[in-house]
């Protein structure tokens, strides 16, 4: 049976969530294998750090001083359309929908505070869903289905990615002798990967024992 911890992460350090953080995460799981939320294509800017970002210092960081094997689990990165439409997506949102913004600054304001800890627990993830849910009725109010399909389009791409990922980590558990892994993803997608996890059956859940929050020394009781 491999443990692998699922550690929720953002892109860009911003307060507690930091490079250092990352890597004491890193010390507390010490992973043999760590899979990343990258396609198989930009894994030399990763691994060499021209691919700046917290996840990549801290596992470089985490890589000079331990034996590590680094997967790539993520499919490859869509056409420039789909981040231009994604971006007018929650920048006509943003717009629209003050509670949307509301939402978004105490996301930003809970990773600067609370970072990992945040990141990993049920508030984090009852805020995204709320997120969704704040998108959904400004899309509803603006009876805009060009709005609505690049919405869909948005939740689509981003569930078939969750899919392939865990699809990817079960085939390479299954394949490879390990006993301690670590896959780092972005917080936004964390539910949908424990939800996913939850729903695993045959070889892979005999293969996986899944570390939700095993690796934080932090209660985030107080978190509102």
Same mark, same amino acid.
């Given at each position: 049976m491999k443990r692998v911890s699922l550690v +929720? &992460?953002?892109?860009?350090?911003? +307060?507690?969530?930091?490079?250092y953080e990352l890597l004491a995460i890193l010390e507390r799981i010490k992973p043999e294998v760590i899979f990343l939320e990258i396609p198989s294509a930009a894994f030399d800017d990763y691994f060499t750090g021209t691919r700046g970002g917290l996840e990549s210092s801290a596992v470089r960081r985490y890589r000079e001083i331990h034996n590590?094997?680094?997967?790539?689990?993520?499919?490859? &990165?869509?056409?420039?359309?789909?981040?231009?439409? %994604?971006?007018?997506?929650h920048e006509r949102i943003e717009k629209r929908s003050p509670e949307y913004c509301r939402l978004m600054?105490?996301? %930003?304001?809970?990773? !600067?505070?609370? +970072?990992?800890?945040?990141?990993?627990?049920?508030?984090?993830? &009852?805020?995204?869903?709320? $997120? !969704? @849910?704040?998108? $959904? &009725?400004?899309? @509803?109010?603006?009876a805009d289905r060009g709005l609505a399909e690049l919405y869909e389009l948005w939740v689509a791409t981003n569930e078939h990615r969750d899919k392939e990922m865990m699809k990817r980590i079960g085939e390479y558990c299954r394949k490879t002798s390990f006993s301690k892994g670590a896959f780092l993803v972005g917080a936004a997608h !964390?539910?949908?990967?424990?939800?996913?996890?939850? +729903?695993?059956r045959g070889?892979?859940?005999?293969?996986i024992q899944w570390d939700l929050a095993g690796f934080l020394t932090t209660n985030l009781d107080t978190v509102r």
């Open positions: +929720g &992460t953002v892109h860009a350090e911003a +307060g507690f969530a930091s490079v590590v094997d680094l997967v790539p689990v993520d499919l490859p &990165t869509p056409e420039p359309d789909f981040f231009k439409n %994604s971006q007018d997506l600054d105490c996301h %930003s304001q809970n990773v !600067r505070a609370y +970072g990992f800890a945040y990141l990993n627990s049920e508030h984090c993830s &009852t805020h995204w869903s709320k $997120l !969704r @849910e704040a998108m $959904l &009725t400004a899309i @509803e109010e603006v !964390r539910q949908s990967i424990i939800d996913k996890a939850r +729903g695993q070889a892979v859940s005999a293969t």
